[in-house]
């Protein structure tokens, strides 16, 4: 198979398989002076299971990345446990953190800047390894950097005279370098040219299988989450709207959101019209009640505008929140709400 050419996930992980980590009411808020705090993420719970990735997916701004920094805890979330191995991180003293940040790593979107400048690549691997007193860091971090791709003649460069592709094997040989259970990846491919991405996913997956990873993969694109997990969640305004097996997503999505997020992916030959919404739902909605969804939503009732539907299981691991989820097979955008 050709380097770029996207392999397929691991085989799906049962729903009987232990999770590695549990994320239980996560909150997050960002204070600004003499302002209402900013709520990213509002009572999200997830489990990532041993040997799994979960891809987190939504459009900008839905909190995706607030979710994956705060289970690090950069920063910590303002509220909720993240349970790692059944311990709670959010309650970890200073010294526990510090030796627990090694057990969950995280990969940014860009690769260049979140790499010091000042270093060689060879370097940038080594200081991980220095802190966990290996003899020879140099050493390891070059064979380290060897199993990621990047050669000696590379190793010696700084970030700012590697591609964007380079940088982003350099952050994954340093958060391989330290074994980490749990790897948290931001949008790690969308920096990077088309031509690159499935190399860099690829490389991802090889880490995963090899080192026995369990995967957090937070993506805006629906197609890149959907080669790469096991497992889907789709926030939408700082919540999970549907969580379930990447094949049951896709095929039969039950959140009208996660709908329209299918439909809007372009497919050629396929014309699809713009969804309208009643102008009254829109205006009780933006009252902050009830479903966050309903003012863009062709299926929204009085009940989605004055009770939040809850995150509920309605089929076998396949968990919704909708007052009025989709029927099988109703993967079609639905008639738009008359004005
Ligand atoms: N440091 C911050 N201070 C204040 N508000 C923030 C901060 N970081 C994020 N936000 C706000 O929190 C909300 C969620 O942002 P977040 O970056 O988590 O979303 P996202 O889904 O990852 O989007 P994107 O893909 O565009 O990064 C947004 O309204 C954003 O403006």
Do not use: W
């Amino acid at each position: 198979m050709s380097d770029q050419t996207l392999q397929h996930p691991s085989p799906q992980r049962g729903s009987d398989a232990e999770p590695i980590l549990e994320v239980n009411n996560l909150v997050v808020e960002y204070s600004s002076f003499g302002k209402k705090p900013v709520r990213a993420v509002d009572q999200v719970s997830f489990a990532l299971r041993k040997g799994e990735t979960l891809g987190l997916v939504g459009e900008s701004g839905c909190g995706k990345s607030s979710t994956g920094k705060s289970l690090v805890q950069l920063p910590p979330p303002t509220a909720g446990e993240v349970l790692l191995n059944g311990r709670d991180v959010t309650k970890f003293s200073h010294s526990q953190l510090k030796a627990s940040r090694r057990e969950m790593q995280l990969i940014f979107q860009d690769p260049i800047s979140s790499l010091n400048p000042r270093r060689t690549a060879q370097q940038i691997v080594a200081e991980p390894l220095r802190l966990m007193n290996d003899p020879h860091p140099m050493d390891s971090a070059l064979r380290a950097l060897s199993e990621v791709g990047v050669d000696e003649a590379m190793a010696k460069r700084r970030p700012h005279q590697l591609s964007g592709g380079q940088c982003q094997r350099i952050s994954i040989a340093r958060a391989i370098v330290q074994r980490p259970e749990v790897l948290i990846c931001d949008e790690p491919v969308s920096a990077l040219d088309v031509s690159v991405q499935a190399q860099v996913l690829n490389l991802l997956e090889k880490m995963k299988a090899e080192y026995d990873l369990s995967m957090v993969f937070i993506s805006h694109d629906l197609a890149v989450v959907n080669n790469v997990s096991d497992r889907v969640a789709v926030m939408y305004l700082g919540r999970i709207c549907e969580l379930a097996s990447s094949t049951a997503l896709y095929a039969r999505p039950k959140h009208h959101y996660t709908n329209l997020l299918l439909s809007s992916v372009p497919q050629p030959g396929i014309e699809r019209e713009p969804q309208r919404v009643a102008s009254e739902i829109s205006a009780k909605a933006s009252a902050g009640l009830g479903c966050p969804f309903a003012p863009r939503c062709p299926a929204a009732t009085e009940v989605c505008l004055s009770d939040r539907p809850e995150l509920v299981e309605l089929e076998p691991d396949h968990l919704v929140a909708c007052h009025h989820p989709l029927e099988a097979g109703a993967h079609v955008m639905p008639e738009p709400v008359a004005d």
